[in-house]
């Protein structure tokens, strides 16, 4: 998120625009934690993870009493348009502070599930993904020492992008995800079958958000299902932190440019995104309402490399 508000705040600056920052997220309109930005604000923050405004949920602000005033606030404060980097919440939230506000307000997606439609990828899913794979080789060394199977937990609470994304990246023997119904007998038979033709270890790359359960779960009945004690990791927050890749580097700059650009030509109420390289507005409640699909190519890829 760090190029994406490095992004607004230099592009900005060059268009003439005064640049607030905002920090902690909504709480932080409600709360008047605003920051005057320059050029040197935002140096030397390119490279780091998260995000240097801080972010966070507010309670407050879900409330139309606490959206009302926000939107109160930032015209007492002459705010003009508001840009906040997120995932759906963040875009629900700015749908509903349009109704209480007259500034222009325009979301950037950030999430690592990368589960909002209206961009091929979002800011920080490449460097969840890339953390991820280091994680699972250092594993899989493990694993392949000492003949085991491992059953992995990445992100992924509604989305197997992470999932989908590191199983093919890392040559998982499977992957599990919310999008398709798990045949765990299916995922077993494979194990076994690649033991019988002499692999030293197999590994199962499972999305947070699975219908059959979480790592914890999968491991105790693959176990039974493979007659070997499956071991469990769970990746947990390692995904998010990091410095972000080249890949999330670059959209973030883009879409932050593009959001800047595109606040001073008058759009308002949606998120900016990339699709096919190209740079694109999306309605805010097209954001959440329509589902963005995981496609069916690489689904049969992850098959076809696993067999």
């Known amino acids: 998120m760090n190029a994406c508000i490095r992004a607004v705040v230099r ?11 905002i920090h902690g997220g909504y709480q932080g309109i409600l709360d008047r934690k605003f920051e005057k930005m320059d050029s040197r604000t935002v140096s030397k923050i390119l490279h780091r993870g998260g995000t240097c405004l801080t972010t966070g949920r507010s309670k407050e602000f879900k409330t139309e009493e606490g959206t009302k005033k926000a939107a109160r606030i930032l015209t007492v404060d002459k705010i003009d348009g508001l840009i906040a980097i997120g995932g759906d919440g963040t875009m629900r939230g700015l749908a509903a502070l349009q109704k ?28 969840a993904v890339n953390n991820a794979i280091s994680a699972v080789d250092k594993i899989r060394d493990t694993g392949e020492a000492f003949s085991r199977v491992f059953i992995i937990e990445v992100m992924g609470r509604l989305s197997g992008s992470i999932a989908l994304h590191v199983g093919i990246s890392s040559g998982a023997s499977a992957v599990v995800i919310p999008e398709t119904p798990t045949d765990l007998d299916r995922i077993a038979g494979k194990i076994i079958k690649g033991r019988n033709l002499g692999k030293t270890s197999a590994f199962v790359i499972v999305a947070e958000g699975d219908e059959e359960g979480d790592a914890t779960t999968l491991g105790k009945k693959l176990t039974k299902l493979v007659g070997e004690n499956c071991r469990v990791s769970v990746l947990g927050y390692i995904q998010r ?23 001073l030509a008058g759009s308002t109420g949606a998120m900016v995104g990339e699709i096919n390289r190209k740079l694109v507005l999306t309605p805010f409640e097209e954001t959440w ?18 067999s």
């Not at 979301?107 to 091929?120: K, R, V």
């Not at 309402?289 to 696993?306: F, G």
């Open 11 to 21: 592009i900005g600056l060059n268009r003439g625009c005064e640049i607030i920052g």
């Open 100 to 127: 209480y506000w007259d500034g222009k307000v325009l979301g950037a997606p950030g999430t690592i599930d990368n589960d909002l439609y209206g961009t091929d990828f979002s800011i920080g899913f490449d460097t």
């Open 289 to 306: 309402k329509n589902v963005k699909e995981i496609e069916p190519w690489m689904l049969e890829l992850m098959e076809d490399l696993s």
């Open 241 to 263: 932190g990091g410095n972000p890749s080249h890949f999330d580097r670059i959209l973030a700059s883009r879409l932050g440019a593009f959001a800047i650009d595109c606040l």
